[in-house]
Every structure is written in C-alpha cells, then in structure tokens.
C-alpha cells in the first residue's frame, strides 16, 4: 500500500509520500515523488499502484516530455501527457495484469504551477486517465491508504491554511496512517511549492526527526480523552448496576 498526500492552500502546496514497497515478504524503500523543473515552471508526480505501472507510465512521460518542441504554459497540459502514458501501459498491460490477479490500479497526484497559470494547481489522476482538480472545498486529495488519515485532514485542514499547518495536518495524518498500517513508514519525503515560485523544494525526514511529534500527538489524545466531559455517560453506564442508580446492590 501506500500513503501519498497533495494538499491544496492557499498559501501554497504540501505533498508528503512514504517510501515503504512491499513485494512479497520483502520490504524495500522506494521514492514515489518525482520533481520537474522547466523554464516555463515546476511541477511534481507522486503515485500509489503497482510499481510496474508507475516506472512504465513515467518513463513515457518523461520521453514525451522531452521529444515535445513546444514548451506547456499550463499544469493541465502537462497533466493531459502524463494520463495519455497512462492510458497507453493500460492498453498494453492491462489485460496482462487482470489475468494474472492484479489491477491495474495506479492513481496519481500532480501539482505545481507553470507560466501561464494564474495560480498554483493540483490533480488528482485516476487509473482510466480521466483527472479531477482540486478547489476551496477539496483542499486535498490522498492516494493509497486512504481511511486513516482522512479524518484529522477533514476536522483540522480548510483552504485559508497556511503551509505550515497543512504540513503540521499532512504529518499526523501520515502517523495515524503509519500506525494502523503495517505497509506505510518511513522515511517520507516532503514537497513543498510557494505561489509563482516556479520551484518545488524536497525534504526526506526519517523515523528518528519526528520520533517526538508522534510521541507529543499520542500522549496528547490520551490526555484529550481523560479530559473529555463524562457526564453524558452516566445514563448507560447507571443501567451496569442492579439498582439501576450506579450504586451496587447485595453481591
């Protein structure tokens, strides 16, 4: 499995990928963020799915990207590339796969912005080819492992957000991810864009930098529970007893 996030504020974009690859009873460390930087712009691909389809699907691109006479001007056309790659090791792997027991399940997170985008753009790429964007009411999208960290994104992270708590958001939602999934770890890498910047920077952290953030965010549940008001429960909690009053009756 994987856990790859695209974050959309509108300070800018966040994207976090771990690096766990299972294969069989093996588990190696593989990046899934790819960066590119033009002169018309910056862009970068993460992607969940078979690895196969992911190295196939990019080395088409990149061939594509490269034989291409024109420069693109904006982020769509780039992603309109990419998904007509996708679309091609589909029609030459597809049945392969399906006949083998697999699915040819690669999605893909592009972001970035090029010259003529007004504004800092991020996709999401599903595995017919057909792509969504993201808005104020999507400010993120997650591929992969999808359930867990889903709900502190959705509590915790609005458009109006800066990057630095859309990363904060991005990195305990990869934890509880993490811990309830034996196929998502460390080390992740981390990308970052700033509006017209035209660069995407990168970061790797290992388990060891953000041993105390998921120490801190742990003990501070904890604490979150026993502090929670428990009043509402004494009216269930009143029916454990015979007397139905919370007071025990003869043993």
Not at 31 to 46: N, S
Not at 77 to 88: E, G, I, K, M, S
Not at 202 to 221: C, G, M, P, T, V
């Amino acid at each position: 499995m994987t856990f790859c996030l695209g974050i959309n504020v509108q300070d800018g974009l966040v994207g976090i990928a771990d690096t766990r690859l299972t294969s069989g009873n093996e588990c190696l460390t593989a990046r899934k963020v790819t960066t590119y930087e033009t002169d018309g712009g910056a862009l970068f691909i993460m992607t969940s799915g078979l690895r196969s389809i992911r190295d196939k699907a990019l080395t088409y691109f990149e061939e594509a990207l490269a034989n291409r006479q024109e420069p693109f001007t904006k982020l769509y056309q780039v992603v309109n590339l990419f998904t007509d790659q996708v679309r091609r090791v589909s029609s030459e792997d597809k049945e392969s796969l399906v006949d083998g027991g697999l699915s040819f399940d690669m999605k893909a997170l592009i972001g970035g912005q090029l010259r003529d985008d007004q504004k800092h753009k991020l996709y999401l790429v599903y595995p017919e080819g057909n792509w969504v964007d993201t808005g104020r009411a999507t400010p993120y999208h997650v591929i992969g492992s999808t359930g867990y960290g889903k709900p502190i994104l959705d509590r915790t992270l609005t458009y109006a957000d800066s990057m630095r708590h859309a990363f904060k958001a991005g990195c305990l939602a990869f934890d509880s991810t993490r811990i309830s999934a034996a196929d998502v770890d460390f080390p992740i890498d981390v990308v970052l864009y700033a509006p017209n910047s035209f660069r995407v920077v990168e970061h790797r952290f290992q388990k060891d930098d953000l041993a105390s953030i998921s120490n801190w965010w742990q003990e501070h549940l904890r604490i979150t529970m026993r502090d929670l008001p428990g009043e509402w429960l004494e009216e269930a909690f009143a029916k454990l007893t015979p007397n139905g009053d919370g007071e025990s009756g003869p043993s």
